[in-house]
């Protein structure tokens, strides 16, 4: 089996992989303080509460954003598994081709999701993840990488709003009953909602102008679904096109040695 590990800024992603098949995942908070032996003993309780043995991991793959925390997630993989992880960055095959003024400049979780959409959608793409930040990534239909937009995340601006209107309260991000909020909390929702809604619409309809063939627009994300459903251009949303990603990595570089 293979533990693919996706390492934001503001969440861990973890997925075991038997073959092509997602048997399991988990979504855990990203601590950058944490020790190797702190997430080794995560995620082996992960483990042990769904009855998977960590012996039965026999490959390990990891992309992060977070630099600090790759070290302590290599010894860990040691540590625990007994594996030397793959890790996305230079030098690893992907099969991408990056047509930027500098390809590395291109974030690990921008890469895996490009090459997971290309796999299994095929160009031309636009593809929206909510993470931390709202990331827009623009593949060509013969799916070269064009370029994108980077804007703060749902998360980030909410607390932003809180933190610095003295009056706002936090609230939970869920759909109001009208976008006329007759409330604080409702007027909030309100705006927060809609006006990412507009905000990925937006962006969408314009880079859409710059395409020659119409692109088939995919979100994923812990806040795609929320979005989703209100947005008239995304069209799919793959809460896994990470992990989906770092798999087909995996098995593009093992390929390579095996020829």
């Not at 960590?54 to 490959?59: H, N």
């Amino acid at each position: 089996m293979l533990l693919a590990i996706d390492v934001g800024n503001t969440n861990i992603m973890l997925g075991v992989y038997n073959g092509e098949e997602l048997k399991m995942c988990w979504r855990i908070s990203t601590n950058r303080e944490q020790t190797d032996d702190e997430y080794g003993v995560i995620i082996r309780n992960l483990f042990q509460q769904n009855g998977l043995q960590a012996e039965c991991i026999k490959a390990m793959i990891i992309s992060s954003v977070v630099p600090p925390l790759r070290y302590p997630l290599e010894k860990m993989a040691e540590k625990y598994f007994q594996l030397s992880p793959l890790i996305v960055g230079p030098g690893i095959k992907t099969g991408l081709n990056i047509l930027m003024d500098n390809p590395r400049e291109l974030g690990a979780d921008r890469v895996v999701n490009s090459v997971a959409a290309i796999e299994l959608y095929g160009g031309p793409l636009i593809i929206v993840d909510f993470g931390t930040a709202t990331t827009f990534c623009v593949i060509s239909e013969k799916g070269d990488y064009l370029g994108g937009a980077i804007a703060p995340g749902i998360g980030i601006s909410t607390e932003a709003l809180f933190q610095k209107a003295a009056k706002l309260p936090r609230v939970e991000l869920v759909k109001p009953p009208k976008v006329i909020g007759k409330d604080t909390v409702s007027s909030m929702q309100s705006g927060i909602i809609y006006g990412f809604v507009g905000q990925v619409d937006g962006i969408v309809r314009r880079m859409i102008r710059e395409f020659p063939k119409k692109p088939f627009v995919v979100a994923t994300g812990g806040l795609a679904g929320l979005i989703a459903k209100e947005s008239e251009t995304i069209e799919k949303v793959n809460h896994f096109l990470t992990l989906e990603g770092l798999r087909i990595i995996y098995k593009k570089n093992i390929s390579r040695e095996k020829n």
